[in-house]
């Protein structure tokens, strides 16, 4: 018998069109990340201020 297991995801997104190099792709993506963990679980951020995008209390992220 296998047990339902129920996870969160937290994402941190940046786009690389304002990025000069992989190091500043990859912090800005980390700073990212630490803001959705700071808004709450199963929250995405774009890097750049944008507000949250998604959050797991949407339908159709809560089957994933």
Same mark, same amino acid.
């Given at each position: 018998?296998? !047990? +339902?297991? =129920?996870?969160?995801? =937290?994402? %941190?997104?940046?786009?690389?069109? !304002? ?7 990859? =912090? ?6 630490? +803001?959705?963990?700071? !808004? %709450? ?6 890097? %750049? %201020? ?5 959050? =797991?209390?949407?339908? +159709?992220? !809560? +089957?994933?």
């Amino acid at each position: 018998e296998l !047990a +339902e297991v =129920s996870t969160r995801l =937290s994402l %941190g997104v940046a786009d690389n069109a !304002a990025t000069a190099s992989l190091d500043r792709l990859l =912090s800005r993506a980390d700073a990212a990340l630490y +803001e959705a963990k700071r !808004a %709450g679980r199963g929250r995405a951020v774009l890097a %750049g %201020g944008a507000p949250p995008a998604v959050t =797991s209390d949407e339908p +159709e992220l !809560a +089957e994933l």
